[in-house]
């Protein structure tokens, strides 16, 4: 189908669409969404298995949201929280605190992104503490602002230059081994002891899930081994829930399964349910730091805070956490079921509706498979009717972040789908050159 332009979609795109905005897995042009499904140029229906990296929790044109939404943007109470206190974000950020826990007086700050709300949480724990130095992890993926990039780990952002005064540490990985949790302690410890002193650290960012590095689950109480520290210390423990927080994970926090209890939480994707919203909720001492000026025009504006209220109801009013378990066990069993047929599967692993699977070359070695062949996988999807993406810092899992509405059928849907995608690749049908522009990591 083509526009009044004669061109397609994906043409228009190439033509006005900067490349740096772009991270296309599929050739996929949307014209429309409904429930799991998206619709591309043409009116074909594809099932969304990765909810956009995240964000769209509730599917697409869910009616909850379509009637906050439309609500709140007929009858607008400004666009500016930095202006004037307006209802929807006060309440938002009264249910965030209700739902979140944590010690003392605590406030909430609402940004637009991800990436703009660990850019905040940075620069007020910096100028709050006094202290310059953090750790994240290799592999993290915190934003693609200057601030968030620089805190970042990812292979994707080795182009811009980390924070003067960041520890990248590795993440353990169980599966491969590469470090464990022991080894990277130790390392820690090490560095505080000589040459990185943890009073100089402001805080250090954890991803509960390290998703785009590759969907790992942090070993049993290294989180907590690295809470203990940071306590010791005075560190803040800022923890990244932007990905896998606010029920995807199978608990409302994903944190909750380390029995940790964060100093700063971050939030986005899942809270706007699509829309742009993001928040950070932090002790009242560090957000009030008023001279870490952190005022964006419409961040906490009057639709998305009310985008992010009816995202938090529809979370408890459809147990969506109770759903993420049951679903996610039923595509767990799914794709360990695929496992015992498909040799290229090393491991399935995940919490509630965020799940992987790692693609091998054989299962021995574990050595990851080429991007390519995962990228075949994924195009392979999109023929016969399904999205994915993939992580990973080799970009060999492929990543199952759908909808939290997903149903029972949509998820034996998709597996079959990723069954004769895996089939279909394995015979060859796919070639690389078909999926060269579709390699972004
Ligand atoms: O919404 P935004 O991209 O600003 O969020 C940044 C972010 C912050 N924290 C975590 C744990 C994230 O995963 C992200 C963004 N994640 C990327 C977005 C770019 C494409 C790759 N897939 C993601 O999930």
Request: proline share 5%; glycine share 12%; net charge negative.
């Amino acid at each position: 189908m083509t526009g009044s332009s004669g061109l397609t979609l994906r043409e228009r795109d190439a033509r006005v669409i900067a490349d740096i905005a772009r991270l296309r897995f599929s050739p996929v042009s949307l014209v429309g969404g409904r429930g799991s499904r998206l619709i591309e140029e043409g009116g074909r229906e594809l099932l969304d298995f990765g909810a956009s990296f995240g964000p769209a929790v509730l599917g697409h044109g869910h009616p909850a949201m379509v009637e906050a939404v439309t609500a709140a943007v007929s009858n607008m109470g400004g666009a500016s929280l930095s202006a004037y206190a307006n209802e929807n974000a006060v309440a938002l950020a009264e249910e965030l605190l209700h739902v979140t826990p944590g010690k003392g007086e605590r406030r909430v700050w609402f940004g637009h992104s991800g990436s703009d709300a660990n850019d905040t949480a940075m620069r007020v724990v910096a100028a709050a503490t006094g202290r310059s130095r953090f750790i994240s992890f290799v592999g993290s993926w915190h934003g693609g602002l200057s601030g968030s990039s620089s805190i970042s780990g990812h292979t994707a952002m080795t182009h811009s230059l980390p924070r003067p005064g960041l520890m990248l540490l590795p993440y353990p990985d169980p599966y491969r081994g590469t470090f464990t949790a022991e080894e990277v302690l130790k390392y820690l410890d090490y560095q505080f002891a000589t040459v990185f002193p943890p009073k100089q650290v402001a805080g250090m960012f954890i991803e509960p899930i390290l998703d785009d590095g590759g969907l790992i689950i942090p070993p049993p109480g290294f989180l907590a081994a690295l809470q203990e520290r940071c306590r010791q210390h005075g560190i803040q423990l800022i923890v990244d829930e932007v990905k896998v927080g606010l029920a995807r994970s199978g608990r409302m926090h994903c944190f909750e399964y380390e029995g940790i209890e964060p100093d700063v939480v971050v939030f986005g994707k899942a809270l706007g349910g699509g829309l742009p919203i993001s928040a950070v909720i932090g002790p009242k001492q560090i957000m009030d730091y008023r001279t870490a000026y952190a005022i964006q025009t419409m961040g906490g504006n009057w639709v998305a805070a009310a985008a992010g209220r009816a995202v938090l109801k529809a979370i408890e009013d459809e147990k969506l956490i109770e759903r993420a378990n049951r679903i996610g066990a039923i595509l767990e069993q799914g794709l360990l079921g695929l496992m015992a047929r498909h040799e290229i599967i090393g491991e399935v692993r995940g919490r509630g509706m965020v799940l992987g699977i790692d693609l091998v070359r054989d299962r021995k070695s574990r050595q990851p498979v080429p991007v390519q062949t995962t990228a075949k996988v994924i195009y392979r999807a999109y023929q016969l009717g399904a999205i994915f993406f993939y992580v990973g810092l080799g970009g060999n899992v492929l990543e199952f972040t759908p909808p939290l509405t997903l149903t029972e059928a949509e998820a034996a849907e998709g597996l079959a789908i990723i069954d004769q995608a895996l089939i279909d690749v394995g015979n060859g049908m796919v070639s690389d050159a078909e999926v060269a522009p579709y390699i972004m990591w």
